[in-house]
């Protein structure tokens, strides 16, 4: 099974905004709207960010969004905070076999 | 709050068994399927295996397929990976996760396994 695509390297300054991209295939990020983002820090745990393509979970901040257009998901951070400086990974669920998630290769997001 | 701790990594030889376990709390266990995420190091997430609910769907990435076999206890709130045939590439963070709505929405903080003689 492949991963999903991402690029490995974005950067913003603070304030600004970026837009992180993840391209799959029908049999995943096309095919369901079950495609989430996670943020990880180093040496910790992922952290979900985004879920259903486009909902946030309790507590993330609003600055945070997702959305999708056939297979490319797209995670949009707004008003850049030096903390946000991590990385992301894109997940979606998969039709190619039971209970599987695929995820994306990480996207390395730099606050300059 | 939900918690998941992982345990049973190590140092193993290749070709050698190592069996992880995940202890849940704060959630209703019997609820929800669970996960085995990994992460090498300094690389991405690779799922890794899944079960549901009442252990009735599994599914294996191929990497791990006919080597790994993940169960449960609903009775004990616990997640198991039994893992054999070891291989240098399986040296990897091992995270235990739970499955929410339409997503993985909690990470343990992981066991560390490398597989090397």
């Known amino acids: 099974q492949s991963a999903l695509t991402q690029p490995a390297s974005v950067s913003g300054s603070p304030g600004q905004s970026i837009t992180i991209s993840c391209t799959g295939t029908?049999?995943?990020?096309?095919?369901?709207?079950?495609v989430s983002w996670y943020q990880q820090h180093p040496g910790k745990a992922p952290k979900l960010m985004i879920y259903?393509?486009?909902n946030r979970p309790s507590g993330v901040s609003n600055r945070f969004s997702g959305s999708k257009s056939g297979n490319t998901a797209s995670l949009t951070i707004s008003g850049l905070q030096a903390e946000d400086e991590a990385d992301y990974y894109c997940?979606?669920?998969?039709?190619?076999?039971?209970?599987?998630?695929?995820f994306g290769g990480g996207t390395k997001l730099t606050v300059l | 709050e939900v918690q998941l701790v992982e345990s049973g990594g190590g140092l193993v030889q290749p070709g050698r068994s190592l069996r992880l376990s995940c202890a849940a709390s704060?959630?209703?266990?019997?609820?929800?399927?669970m996960h085995w995420v990994r992460q090498a190091p300094g690389k991405g997430l690779e799922w890794v295996s899944g079960?549901?609910?009442?252990?009735?769907?599994?599914g294996y990435a191929d990497s791990v397929k006919g080597r790994f076999t993940i169960s449960r206890d609903n009775a004990k709130n616990s997640l198991y990976l039994q893992m054999n045939s070891l291989r240098a590439e399986d040296t990897a963070l091992y995270y235990c996760?739970?499955?929410?709505?339409?997503?993985?929405?909690?990470w343990g903080q992981g066991t560390l396994v490398t597989v090397s003689s």
């Open positions: 996760a739970k499955e929410g709505v339409g997503a993985i929405d909690y």
């Open positions: 704060g959630f209703t266990f019997d609820d929800y399927a």
């Open positions: 259903d393509v486009s």
């Open positions: 079960i549901s609910w009442n252990s009735g769907s599994i």
């Open positions: 029908s049999s995943d990020v096309g095919g369901y709207n079950y």
């Open positions: 997940s979606s669920y998969t039709s190619s076999s039971t209970l599987r998630w695929v």
